[in-house]
């Protein structure tokens, strides 16, 4: 369970999943002190959505590779450096044909998706005539060029660009809630030019009060701080605070049993923490703001206790952070209503970005609507032909009956009545 962790968090997703055979690091802890634990069902964990947009095709790779008992061997083995610089790749060479063949399929329903993806943007686009195949240079995880087989190639590949995006994914995230938030100011400020200037001041009022109203909130404790360990201890887990025990608390919440706390066991241990500042059911407090505190707690519990850099936090480094003067002693944390989100000219320069996209959507929306008119107009015309045709064909039928010639079919032939 150890590499299916260690890959998916932490930047090098293919190995986590495949080293389960190693052990957790063995705590004793005080069964009597503890309340309402539960083992943890050795049934598979589902690893968490990494939110890559190949993680599909990540996850089917490791999967199939996990099968192959030699590649698995050579994965204990295996440290991160051997794994992150390709060498390990070449092992897929030696693995079973059986194997190979799923990986060849896997990767030829990856390049199917991917061209879909293309063709949908560019038919968006209206774009003819395109090169389909250089279009996937554009994706990184695999081998364009040999699209029917997965060699090393394609798993050196695949660890690489998973690496290098996981590495940028947390600021890709800060960078997103940036924008959320100036989005959320130029609504606000493009309503209140809609307002009188009465109305227009109460809703100043009614938002400078409901920003006063979210900053009214407890004291939340420093992440990773004793102090916030300690109150997850007492009401998360129902210990004896005088008791608190770092050995027991990282046993406690080490939920798959991997011997590491990775992102997500860390951003559980938050949770308390957020909920003295937010509230689904409180109109002022934002939960995308909430998200955002939690990875801002994670990133900064990382930071001090991952000395290693790999983003997991073994039991040795956990203790060692217990030691430390910030443990027992951290400074005041300012939380997301403390900061400072963008400045004015950030806003602006994003408001101007806004009215360009506005102004290039109005474009197409004007150009949609004219091939509309032009479809309709002749659409109009088509069924004005239809209605001159049938009606050329009634004169002439009627002509021909005044003439005593037999009507006659769609095809022009004559028909002839049946006497009685």
Request: net charge negative; charged share 40%.
């Amino acid at each position: 369970m150890r590499w299916r962790t260690l890959l998916l968090q932490y930047c090098f997703l293919l190995i986590t999943f495949l080293l389960t055979a190693l052990e957790a690091v063995p705590i004793d802890i005080d069964k009597t002190k503890v309340q309402n634990i539960h083992p943890v069902e050795s049934a598979k964990i589902e690893p968490p959505d990494t939110g890559l947009y190949y993680d599909e095709y990540l996850k089917q790779v490791i999967d199939v590779l996990e099968t192959d008992k030699h590649f698995r061997e050579k994965l204990q083995k295996a440290d991160i450096e051997e794994i992150k610089s390709g060498r390990l790749s070449k092992e897929l060479d030696l693995v079973s044909h059986h194997v190979r063949t799923k990986l060849d399929e896997l990767k030829r329903q990856e390049v199917g998706r991917l061209r879909m993806l293309i063709k949908a943007k560019l038919d968006s686009i209206q774009d003819i005539g395109m090169d389909h195949q250089a279009l996937l240079k554009q994706f990184d995880h695999l081998n364009h060029l040999n699209p029917d087989k997965f060699e090393s190639t394609d798993l050196d590949m695949l660890i690489k660009a998973a690496t290098s995006d996981l590495e940028h994914y947390d600021k890709t995230r800060h960078e997103e809630f940036k924008k959320y938030e100036m989005m959320k100011e130029h609504e606000r400020r493009e309503y209140l030019k809609t307002l009188s200037e009465e109305k227009r001041k109460e809703e100043e009022s009614k938002f400078q009060e409901m920003k006063k109203k979210h900053e009214n909130h407890p004291k939340v404790n420093h992440p990773g701080s004793k102090d916030q360990l300690k109150e997850v201890w007492e009401e998360t887990d129902g210990l004896d605070p005088n008791d608190f025990d770092p050995k027991t608390f990282f046993k406690l919440h080490d939920v798959n049993s991997d011997g590491f706390l990775d992102e997500q066991e860390l951003e559980a241990l938050f949770t308390k923490e957020l909920e003295k500042v937010y509230d689904p059911k409180n109109e002022e407090d934002d939960m995308v703001e909430m998200e955002e505190e939690r990875l801002r707690m994670r990133e900064h519990v990382m930071n001090e206790v991952d000395t290693n850099k790999d983003r997991l936090v073994t039991l040795e480094e956990f203790l060692k952070a217990t030691e430390k003067k910030e443990f027992l002693e951290p400074d005041s944390w300012e939380t997301l209503d403390q900061q400072q989100f963008f400045t004015e000219e950030e806003l602006k320069e994003y408001e101007n970005i806004i009215a360009l996209q506005e102004n290039e959507l109005k474009k197409k929306a004007d150009e949609l609507q004219k091939q509309k008119e032009e479809l309709q107009r002749q659409h109009d015309q088509l069924e004005a032909q239809k209605l001159e045709y049938h009606q050329v064909i009634q004169q002439m039928e009627q002509k021909k009956l005044q003439q005593g010639i037999p009507p006659s079919g769609p095809a022009g032939e004559l028909k002839f009545e049946p006497h009685i």
